[in-house]
């Protein structure tokens, strides 16, 4: 097989789920309703390539962490999961040791190596080519250079080999360093870094976000706005699921986060996307001139009434992120997320067209930032509906708004700790981060 003869996925892309660690799932009873979708059959050499290219990988070629089985998602068609392996009980700690920070300890859990400007510490004989042990300073208080063995609070995230001296690493600048510092051959959890596999083909995205998307459920030759976009996990998604017809406006804050979104888009291939740095907050106006062509809406701001489909996938306090190993968010920060996400909605329900689809998403967890949105939400434009959603995989929303027992069902919260999804749910649907979606129909009222 080539790899281009297995796509059917360049207009259909995979996307691929990791699921983060093992839980012993309590779960609930809460009835779910998976509504099957029409079942996109893989390739199956697309599956063994994946699994050809983690099995000879340094990181699965060892028992500690054995290549994790690849499966097809049982209801989303364009999903591969890739379960997570560990936590590795039998991990040797060498005396020689690497501290990085919390983001960078997130990131070897999530199958990244260390690139040397993420080391924070290493012990004075570290030289290249040593055995290694990796540790997280949890409390953010490690200086860095530090050289002796951290006595702080730290968390242990697995082996690997040092590609750099402690030298190498500690004698320039940061900004001047580049390269892999250390190497993981044997991280606490097995997942596979997806780097250089199939790039044109797949784009690693957490289940939740892959839900959203369908749920947008976004067709070819339409108009759609994603109002937040960077770095374009569901911009892309959104764009394949309509084969690359139609346009998908992507807006976001910065130069920089737009760059990463058409990186993403020209990665795989989506023409259909136009990204701008762009408040999304103002992507309405009266006196906006729309292009006639659905292809080529040019530049925002949009008059009302332009868009078949809009996406807020808004900026939010991320508490359902996982792996998470600290949280320095202050209470101030966390309180001004649900203001912050009621700016962008006025826009968003101004361009969208009478009849079509609006969806709200977030990766966190609190009532604020979810339900009391959707509260909000309902109260502040009637012209909203809330509509039940195909595919449901979540669970139903939380109590403690005005909402009602019935509207509640209409959500989808993922929990990170899984148990209030249905008891037939697959285990990749349990093992997710917290994610929350609202699915809305703009009426004539
Ligand atoms: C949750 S992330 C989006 C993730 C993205 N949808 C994906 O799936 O890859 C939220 C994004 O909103 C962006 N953002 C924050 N304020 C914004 C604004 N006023 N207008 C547009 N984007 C904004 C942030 O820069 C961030 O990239």
Same mark, same amino acid.
């Given at each position: ?8 996925? $360049? ?29 996109? &059959? ?26 994790? /089985? !690849? ?127 199939? &790039?044109?083909?797949? $784009? ?91 292809? &080529? ?12 489909? !809009? ?33 962008? $909605? ?27 949105? !959707? ?11 809330? !509509? ?13 708004? &005005? ?10 919260? $993922?929990? /990170? ?29």
């Amino acid at each position: 097989m080539s790899v281009a003869g297995s796509i059917r996925l $360049f207009s259909r892309h995979i996307r691929v789920a990791t699921r983060h660690c093992r839980y012993a799932a309590n779960m609930s009873s809460i009835p779910t309703s998976p509504a099957p979708l029409p079942r996109l &059959s893989l390739d199956p050499d697309v599956e063994s390539h994946i699994k050809k290219t983690y099995c000879n990988s340094q990181e699965y070629s060892n028992k500690a962490a054995p290549c994790p /089985p !690849v499966e097809p998602h049982p209801v989303l068609p364009d999903v591969l999961v890739i379960p997570t392996t560990g936590p590795h009980p039998n991990l040797q700690h060498h005396t020689k040791e690497i501290m990085v920070d919390i983001h960078c300890g997130a990131a070897i859990l999530r199958g990244a190596h260390i690139f040397a400007p993420g080391v924070l510490g290493a012990t004075a004989d570290v030289q290249a080519g040593d055995q290694v042990s990796v540790y997280v300073d949890v409390e953010g208080k490690c200086l860095r250079g530090f050289q002796k063995p951290y006595s702080g609070p730290r968390v242990f995230v697995g082996n690997g080999v040092a590609r750099m001296s402690r030298d190498d690493i500690f004698s320039v600048a940061q900004e001047q360093l580049s390269g892999i510092g250390v190497e993981m051959t044997s991280p606490l959890y097995g997942c596979p870094p997806l780097n250089d596999v199939m &790039s044109d083909s797949i $784009f690693l995205q957490n289940l939740p976000s892959t839900v959203a998307g369908h749920v947008l459920d976004p067709q070819p030759g339409e108009r759609v706005l994603d109002m937040c976009a960077a770095p374009g996990g569901k911009t892309t998604h959104l764009a394949t699921l309509m084969s690359n017809q139609g346009a998908v406006i992507a807006l976001d804050k910065s130069q920089g986060k737009v760059d990463k979104v058409m990186a993403n888009a020209r990665r795989l291939g989506l023409t259909c996307i136009q990204a701008y740095m762009f408040d999304g907050g103002k992507a309405a106006s009266e006196a906006a001139v729309c292009e006639k062509d659905e292809t &080529s809406l040019g530049d925002p701001p949009y008059p009302p009434n332009t868009f078949d489909r !809009v996406l807020v996938d808004a900026p939010c306090s991320a508490l359902g992120q996982r792996p998470a190993l600290g949280n320095k968010m202050k209470l101030k920060t966390l309180k001004s997320y649900p203001s912050y996400q009621r700016r962008l $909605f006025p826009a968003a329900v101004q361009v969208l067209k009478t009849g079509c689809t609006l969806v709200y998403s977030t990766c966190t967890l609190t009532l604020e930032e979810n339900e009391g949105q !959707v509260e909000w939400l309902l109260n502040t434009f009637p012209c909203l509906e809330l !509509v039940p959603q195909t595919p449901y995989l979540g669970g139903p929303g939380l109590s403690g708004t &005005s909402l009602t027992q019935d509207q509640l069902q209409m959500l989808q919260r $993922f929990e /990170p700790w899984g148990d209030n999804r249905g008891e037939n749910s697959h285990p990749s649907d349990r093992d997710t981060i917290g994610f929350f979606i609202a699915k809305f129909i703009k009426r004539a009222r």
